[in-house]
């Protein structure tokens, strides 16, 4: 028997097995790398919302100095953020933190914050000023509903 196939050549069967080889082989990388880039990326926007959260504890300070100066009130609970109007709209101009605040709770005098939320995107930054610490919470939702209809 003569074999009339060169020697680098593969038969037909040969070259699907070893391409099916090759894909399975790069799905499998692929299914092991994803959840670890996924965690790299969500880590980095914990970074972003954290260092946002910084900016937005100096442009409180800032703000809440400026005010005491003025002899204009700092914290008002009934409004949005937990600050007064004006106050509010200049922390979100100076910081330009892309989430929203609430102030939660400030000294005797109503001026200085000691703690807040922050939040971004799915991420929750809580600050408190003694100790000084910053936790970033991230947040999923699980069940969202929305009902149109009177029951």
């Given at each position: 028997m003569?074999?009339?196939?060169?020697?680098?050549q593969l038969?037909?069967?040969?070259?699907?097995i070893r391409?099916?080889?090759?894909?399975?082989?790069i799905?499998?990388?692929?299914?092991?790398a994803?959840p670890?880039t996924?965690m790299?990326m969500?880590?980095?926007d914990?970074?972003v919302?954290?260092?946002?959260a910084?900016?937005l504890?100096i442009?409180?300070?800032v703000?809440?100095?400026?005010?005491?100066g003025?002899?204009?009130?700092?914290?008002d609970?009934?409004?949005q953020?937990?600050?007064a109007?004006?106050v509010?709209?200049k922390v979100?101009m100076d910081?330009?933190?892309p989430?929203?605040f609430w102030?939660?709770?400030t000294d005797?005098s109503?001026?200085e914050?000691l703690r807040?939320?922050y939040q971004?995107g799915?991420?929750?930054?809580?600050?408190c000023k003694?100790?000084?610490?910053?936790?970033?919470?991230y947040?999923?939702?699980?069940?969202?509903?929305?009902?149109?209809a009177?029951?």
């Amino acid at each position: 028997m003569t074999n009339n196939q060169p020697t680098n050549q593969l038969s037909k069967p040969n070259r699907i097995i070893r391409y099916l080889s090759i894909v399975v082989l790069i799905l499998a990388v692929l299914t092991a790398a994803i959840p670890g880039t996924l965690m790299i990326m969500r880590r980095a926007d914990a970074q972003v919302a954290l260092g946002n959260a910084k900016s937005l504890r100096i442009a409180l300070d800032v703000a809440s100095t400026e005010a005491y100066g003025a002899g204009r009130p700092f914290r008002d609970s009934s409004s949005q953020g937990g600050v007064a109007g004006e106050v509010w709209r200049k922390v979100l101009m100076d910081s330009k933190a892309p989430g929203d605040f609430w102030v939660l709770q400030t000294d005797e005098s109503g001026y200085e914050v000691l703690r807040f939320l922050y939040q971004e995107g799915d991420f929750m930054v809580s600050y408190c000023k003694e100790p000084l610490t910053y936790e970033v919470y991230y947040q999923q939702t699980y069940i969202w509903a929305q009902y149109n209809a009177v029951y």
